[in-house]
């Protein structure tokens, strides 16, 4: 017997664990959360909804009654929806069914850096492509992707953490143009108004990820969920784990897509708040915004963004620091929170300027 533990796989032991970089302080505009957090009533649904839960009984293995809610919504069949704890999740289950040793998986960067490690995880190799100068997806990215070998595509639109999103013909482009499996992440998708569900129809390699944590307030709950071809849906279900998403979130989250009014309410505040707080912005000295069509604003310091970071969080405000990431030098990023923890933001930038 040896005091020694056994190693890790060699491809484990290279990865960089996910860093949030919480910290606690006063005002949390580092997460991309929904900042309103649920409205009164909604939240009183939900409380009451926990007392008619039978908490002792396994989920609905299926989420059949909330996929029913989904496909509905998006005028999709059932068949064609899956549902996963967290968008994370149903990424890693996508690189489950269709990565592994010897395939690829491709994404553009700078963005979600999930998808990275989600394929070190599954032991499939990535590419990471260049996004342009604006950060969005070059015109000519399907060659760069066959070139590239890849077998999956992971587009974020809106992107995390530019905020721009890919318009209908740029998507077309690349389900057109790539032999793999595409998949537009949508979790901003709510804030921007474009989405890739419309083309699901058209292009059988095509899925869409949305998520319940962004515009539905609830993070908390990790609800997520895939449109896909139905033949895509059926290799996700070999690979997901059984009763992955629990009684009460599929219960919550069934709930807000029955009466999503005042969420869109909600959604449209954040979007006017957006446009304010970009305009503050636009008004400072030193900073540079990106365009954003999600729920946050890419920034960009004239001197370190580390030092503004750290005055930020002197000021009791967290926001995540880009600027070790490749293209991101400099960048922070905001996420677009309540008028006055946006008030607080422009303030104390201000001062910091």
Not at 8 to 22: S, T
Not at 153 to 181: H, K, Q, Y
């Given at each position: 017997?040896?005091?020694?533990?056994?190693?890790?796989?060699?491809?484990?032991?290279?990865?960089?664990?996910?860093?949030?970089?919480?910290?606690?302080?006063?005002?949390?505009?580092?997460?991309?959360?929904?900042?309103?957090?649920?409205?009164?009533?909604?939240?009183?649904?939900?409380?009451?909804?926990?007392?008619?839960?039978?908490?002792?009984?396994?989920?609905?293995?299926?989420?059949?009654?909330?996929?029913?809610?989904?496909?509905?919504?998006?005028?999709?069949?059932?068949?064609?929806?899956?549902?996963?704890?967290?968008?994370?999740?149903?990424?890693?289950?996508?690189?489950?069914?269709?990565?592994?040793?010897?395939?690829?998986a491709v994404t553009f960067g700078p963005t979600f850096s999930?998808?990275?490690?989600?394929?070190?995880?599954?032991?499939?190799?990535?590419?990471?492509?260049?996004?342009?100068?604006?950060?969005?997806?070059?015109?000519?990215?399907?060659?760069?992707?066959?070139?590239?070998?890849?077998?999956?595509?992971?587009?974020?639109?809106?992107?995390?953490?530019?905020?721009?999103?890919?318009?209908?013909?740029?998507?077309?482009?690349?389900?057109?143009?790539?032999?793999?499996?595409?998949?537009?992440?949508?979790?901003?998708?709510?804030?921007?108004?474009?989405?890739?569900?419309?083309?699901?129809?058209?292009?059988?390699?095509l899925a869409v990820l949305r998520t319940f944590s962004k515009?539905?307030?609830?993070?908390?709950?990790?609800?997520?969920?895939?449109?896909?071809?139905?033949?895509?849906?059926?290799?996700?279900?070999?690979?997901?784990?059984?009763?992955?998403?629990?009684?009460?979130?599929?219960?919550?989250?069934?709930?807000?897509?029955?009466?999503?009014?005042?969420?869109?309410?909600?959604?449209?505040?954040?979007?006017?708040?957006?446009?304010?707080?970009?305009?503050?912005?636009?008004?400072?000295?030193?900073?540079?915004?990106?365009?954003?069509?999600?729920?946050?604003?890419?920034?960009?310091?004239?001197?370190?963004?580390?030092?503004?970071?750290?005055?930020?969080?002197?000021?009791?405000?967290?926001?995540?620091?880009?600027?070790?990431?490749?293209?991101?030098?400099?960048?922070?990023?905001?996420?677009?929170?309540?008028?006055?923890?946006?008030?607080?933001?422009?303030?104390?930038?201000?001062?910091?300027?």
């Open positions: 017997m040896t005091d020694e533990l056994i190693k890790p796989r060699p491809a484990v032991a290279a990865i960089e664990a996910y860093d949030p970089q919480h910290i606690e302080v006063g005002i949390n505009l580092s997460a991309n959360e929904n900042s309103y957090g649920l409205p009164d009533d909604a939240r009183a649904k939900l409380t009451a909804l926990v007392k008619t839960l039978e908490l002792n009984r396994y989920p609905d293995p299926g989420a059949v009654e909330l996929r029913r809610a989904i496909a509905a919504r998006h005028g999709v069949g059932v068949e064609n929806v899956i549902i996963g704890n967290g968008g994370d999740e149903l990424i890693q289950a996508l690189l489950l069914a269709y990565g592994g040793p010897g395939r690829t999930m998808y990275g490690i989600l394929s070190a995880v599954t032991a499939t190799g990535f590419a990471d492509l260049p996004r342009d100068a604006l950060f969005d997806v070059p015109a000519d990215a399907s060659a760069a992707v066959e070139a590239a070998g890849g077998d999956i595509v992971f587009a974020c639109s809106p992107n995390n953490p530019s905020g721009n999103a890919m318009d209908e013909a740029a998507i077309r482009a690349l389900a057109t143009g790539v032999a793999g499996l595409v998949v537009i992440d949508e979790a901003y998708q709510e804030f921007s108004g474009t989405t890739g569900v419309e083309l699901l129809g058209d292009y059988r390699n515009a539905f307030s609830l993070a908390g709950l990790r609800v997520g969920y895939l449109l896909a071809d139905a033949e895509v849906a059926r290799n996700i279900n070999k690979v997901r784990l059984p009763y992955n998403v629990n009684v009460f979130s599929q219960a919550a989250a069934g709930a807000l897509l029955a009466e999503p009014g005042p969420l869109e309410e909600i959604i449209a505040d954040i979007v006017r708040e957006r446009g304010r707080l970009a305009r503050a912005l636009a008004g400072l000295d030193g900073f540079t915004t990106y365009p954003s069509a999600a729920n946050f604003l890419l920034v960009r310091c004239s001197r370190s963004a580390d030092e503004v970071w750290r005055g930020l969080i002197e000021a009791g405000i967290l926001v995540r620091n880009l600027s070790f990431a490749p293209g991101l030098k400099g960048c922070l990023r905001i996420t677009v929170g309540t008028p006055g923890q946006n008030d607080s933001v422009i303030e104390a930038l201000g001062r910091l300027a």
